[in-house]
């Protein structure tokens, strides 16, 4: 899928944004440097509103882009991520380029790394004949930090990051365009909870709702409709019992296929309707977060729904959240009342805040507010809000910013490979349990959405391709079904642009019509996966290597909610997903033992 094309504007409203930094003036020492930083600057910001052109299509993933410009200042191509597991946007804007690659240069919002051992990215830039790339800023996380540099680097590919190896006001403003669109992603590498955004609706005099608590509608139907793209931007949309007793939310993107993400419900006591739009899990699914050992009748009833319920030894905002960040979620939005972003806000999980103030009034001495109590008594201790951005949007006025900042990463953290050469009793494969789960995680290529296609041979013993494991394994609870459905299925599945889509069809379908699966899934499908791991691990020597190299080492898939192919939240998982994985780690290791025995005889 080529997806290179022209930037319609996002937004036509006006926007105002009071940043750290207001002049523009270049740093430079000479007038000469500012106009190719000028250029630079803003092809850079151009790859990073590319890198977001995948929000709310697709659950929340590094996002990258890339744009080729020719000697002449000309844009060649352009290219972005669409999903984890699909084409690197280096590759999509190489191929749009084409011939005019050549000795042109490639500005990158963010250093390649979408899976760690991969090098699509850096292999096309160089094979194209790319002169010079210039980076936003270095990968965030620790085990990709600066691979796919020095691997251009000794390319003789010239690379220029921007805050070491270009300096200037004009360039910084540029970086925090970097910064802003992989903030999610940076906030996951530097703490233990995902980006979280507090966004409210309220009347001009800080009302929330009438004092009776109704609330529909405060804001207008444009600001409503910012609000579906904040929630299809995030992996999760969190909201307290008073929520969903009072508004009874469905709490869903609306945007007619694409990503959904998990609703979430914090309450305490459990103290819930039976009757909630929240518990139809056709649209979306919920996970009911709790205390535990509250109301066992009641979470007997979710599970009977669908839904999942989690339990906590004590239910506070900061443990929610370092459980979903373990689950791999890098975004979560909250919409909850006054209480419990209150409590978010003093755990200090709340990053930044969306506030659409409406030109009405209500009034009500009782009429509830956006943010409960806090423990301030002076005006002193008031939280000022960074680079703080204000647009209108229809009636209303939206006001954003942050609570606390992007955290900086500009220092250079040594990669594995530098930290050995100094410390050789460090290694990368040290650990006795090896963890992986997202496919960009430093283990992550063990997985099976990891971006790897595979060639498989059909029923009629034609091989085929496969986008990855997870397209493969998805089709086969379809395939041999006597049913037009069943095939349709399966050919939907397997033309998916991403394992992620792959993913939410099957199971989608599965969920919805489980008289298409055929009748063996239960007992075939460990060997549909096995087959097909084996074959990514055969057919691709780095992963094998990989997978060789932790030897000694128990792999555990770490899904906390995929209690059979997964570990489970406290091990309580099967693990199916680590045990082929050592099945199939010894099995190579016995072919390669076996090979030597056979060389040594040989000679």
């Given at each position: 899928?080529?997806?290179?094309?022209?930037?319609?504007?996002?937004?036509?409203?006006?926007?105002?944004?009071?940043?750290?930094?207001?002049?523009?003036?270049?740093?430079?020492?000479?007038?000469?440097?500012?106009?190719?930083?000028?250029?630079?600057?803003?092809?850079?910001?151009?790859?990073?509103?590319?890198?977001?052109?995948?929000?709310?299509?697709?659950?929340?993933?590094?996002?990258?882009?890339?744009?080729?410009?020719?000697?002449?200042?000309?844009?060649?191509?352009?290219?972005?991520?669409?999903?984890?597991?699909?084409?690197?946007?280096?590759?999509?804007?190489?191929?749009?380029?084409?011939?005019?690659?050549?000795?042109?240069?490639?500005?990158?919002?963010?250093?390649?790394?979408?899976?760690?051992?991969?090098?699509?990215?850096?292999?096309a830039l160089v094979e194209?004949?790319?002169?010079?790339?210039?980076?936003?800023?270095?990968?965030?996380?620790?085990?990709?930090?600066?691979?796919?540099?020095?691997?251009?680097?000794?390319?003789?590919?010239?690379v220029d990051v921007l805050?070491?190896?270009?300096?200037?006001?004009?360039?910084?403003?540029?970086?925090?365009?970097?910064?802003?669109?992989?903030?999610?992603?940076?906030?996951?590498?530097?703490?233990?909870?995902?980006?979280?955004?507090?966004?409210?609706?309220?009347?001009?005099?800080?009302?929330?709702?009438?004092?009776?608590?109704?609330?529909?509608?405060?804001?207008?139907?444009?600001?409503?409709?910012?609000?579906?793209?904040?929630?299809?931007?995030?992996?999760?949309?969190?909201?307290?019992?008073?929520?969903?007793?009072?508004?009874?939310?469905?709490?869903?993107?609306?945007?007619?296929?694409?990503?959904?993400?998990?609703?979430?419900?914090?309450?305490?006591?459990?103290?819930?309707?039976?009757?909630?739009?929240?518990?139809?899990?056709?649209?979306?699914?919920?996970?009911?977060?709790?205390?535990?050992?509250?109301?066992?009748?009641?979470?007997?009833?979710?599970?009977?729904?669908?839904?999942?319920?989690?339990?906590?030894?004590?239910?506070?905002?900061?443990?929610?959240?370092?459980?979903?960040?373990?689950?791999?979620?890098?975004?979560?939005?909250?919409?909850?009342?006054?209480?419990?972003?209150?409590?978010?806000?003093?755990?200090?999980?709340?990053?930044?805040?969306?506030?659409?103030?409406?030109?009405?009034?209500?009034?009500?001495?009782?009429?509830?507010?956006?943010?409960?109590?806090?423990?301030?008594?002076?005006?002193?201790?008031?939280?000022?809000?960074?680079?703080?951005?204000?647009?209108?949007?229809?009636?209303?006025?939206?006001?954003?910013?942050?609570?606390?900042?992007?955290?900086?990463?500009?220092?250079?953290?040594?990669?594995?490979?530098?930290?050995?050469?100094?410390?050789?009793?460090?290694?990368?494969?040290?650990?006795?349990?090896?963890?992986?789960?997202?496919?960009?995680?430093?283990?992550?290529?063990?997985?099976?959405?990891?971006?790897?296609?595979?060639?498989?041979?059909?029923?009629?013993?034609?091989?085929?391709?496969?986008?990855?494991?997870?397209?493969?394994?998805?089709?086969?609870?379809?395939?041999?079904?006597?049913?037009?459905?069943?095939?349709?299925?399966?050919?939907?599945?397997?033309?998916?642009?991403?394992?992620?889509?792959?993913?939410?069809?099957?199971?989608?379908?599965?969920?919805?019509?489980?008289?298409?699966?055929?009748?063996?899934?239960?007992?075939?499908?460990?060997?549909?996966?096995?087959?097909?791991?084996?074959?990514?691990?055969?057919?691709?020597?780095?992963?094998?290597?990989?997978?060789?190299?932790?030897?000694?080492?128990?792999?555990?898939?770490?899904?906390?909610?995929?209690?059979?192919?997964?570990?489970?939240?406290?091990?309580?998982?099967?693990?199916y997903l680590g045990r082929?994985?050592?099945?199939?780690?010894?099995?190579?290791?016995?072919?390669?033992?076996?090979?030597?025995?056979?060389?040594?005889?040989?000679?």
């Open positions: 899928m080529a997806l290179s094309m022209r930037l319609a504007p996002y937004h036509t409203s006006p926007v105002l944004c009071k940043s750290t930094s207001h002049d523009n003036t270049f740093s430079s020492s000479s007038s000469s440097a500012a106009i190719p930083h000028a250029l630079d600057a803003s092809f850079i910001r151009r790859a990073a509103d590319l890198a977001d052109l995948s929000a709310g299509f697709t659950s929340p993933h590094p996002n990258f882009g890339c744009l080729i410009a020719t000697p002449s200042g000309s844009v060649a191509g352009e290219g972005f991520l669409y999903a984890q597991g699909t084409k690197p946007a280096e590759v999509i804007a190489v191929e749009a380029a084409g011939d005019f690659c050549r000795r042109s240069t490639a500005y990158l919002n963010m250093e390649p790394g979408d899976c760690h051992g991969d090098h699509a990215a850096v292999s194209a004949g790319i002169e010079r790339v210039v980076v936003g800023i270095r990968h965030p996380l620790q085990h990709l930090r600066g691979n796919a540099v020095r691997a251009l680097r000794s390319q003789g590919v010239r805050g070491e190896d270009l300096k200037s006001k004009i360039i910084e403003e540029a970086r925090k365009s970097c910064l802003l669109v992989n903030a999610p992603l940076i906030c996951r590498a530097a703490s233990r909870v995902p980006f979280s955004v507090l966004k409210y609706a309220m009347t001009l005099d800080g009302k929330i709702a009438a004092s009776s608590g109704h609330a529909a509608w405060i804001s207008s139907k444009k600001s409503r409709s910012r609000v579906f793209e904040l929630r299809g931007r995030s992996d999760a949309v969190v909201v307290g019992g008073n929520t969903v007793r009072r508004d009874n939310p469905r709490l869903t993107a609306r945007h007619g296929g694409g990503h959904m993400p998990m609703r979430i419900v914090m309450s305490q006591t459990l103290d819930l309707p039976e009757e909630a739009n929240l518990w139809d899990m056709s649209e979306a699914y919920t996970i009911v977060v709790t205390q535990r050992g509250a109301r066992r009748s009641f979470q007997k009833f979710l599970a009977s729904k669908g839904v999942e319920v989690v339990e906590f030894d004590i239910l506070n905002p900061r443990d929610v959240m370092e459980y979903f960040h373990d689950r791999g979620y890098l975004s979560v939005l909250w919409e909850c009342g006054g209480t419990l972003a209150a409590s978010a806000i003093q755990s200090g999980v709340i990053h930044k805040v969306f506030a659409f103030v409406a030109p009405k009034i209500i009034g009500g001495k009782h009429a509830p507010s956006p943010v409960g109590e806090l423990g301030m008594v002076e005006m002193s201790q008031a939280l000022d809000l960074i680079d703080v951005c204000y647009e209108q949007v229809g009636p209303d006025m939206l006001i954003s910013g942050f609570l606390q900042p992007i955290p900086d990463l500009t220092p250079v953290i040594p990669s594995i490979e530098e930290t050995y050469a100094i410390d050789p009793t460090v290694t990368q494969y040290e650990s006795k349990i090896i963890f992986f789960y997202k496919a960009w995680d430093l283990y992550g290529a063990l997985s099976n959405f990891s971006p790897h296609p595979i060639q498989m041979p059909d029923e009629n013993g034609d091989y085929s391709t496969w986008l990855s494991v997870e397209h493969y394994y998805q089709a086969h609870k379809f395939v041999g079904v006597d049913d037009p459905l069943a095939q349709e299925c399966v050919a939907k599945i397997k033309s998916a642009k991403s394992p992620e889509e792959a993913a939410r069809l099957g199971r989608s379908m599965q969920r919805k019509r489980p008289d298409l699966i055929r009748s063996d899934w239960e007992s075939a499908k460990i060997d549909v996966m096995y087959r097909a791991l084996k074959c990514k691990f055969s057919i691709y020597p780095h992963l094998n290597s990989m997978l060789l190299s932790t030897t000694g080492s128990v792999l555990v898939e770490a899904s906390p909610h995929d209690l059979f192919w997964g570990g489970g939240r406290d091990g309580e998982g099967l693990n082929l994985l050592m099945q199939l780690r010894s099995e190579f290791l016995g072919e390669s033992q076996a090979s030597s025995q056979s060389s040594i005889l040989t000679v």
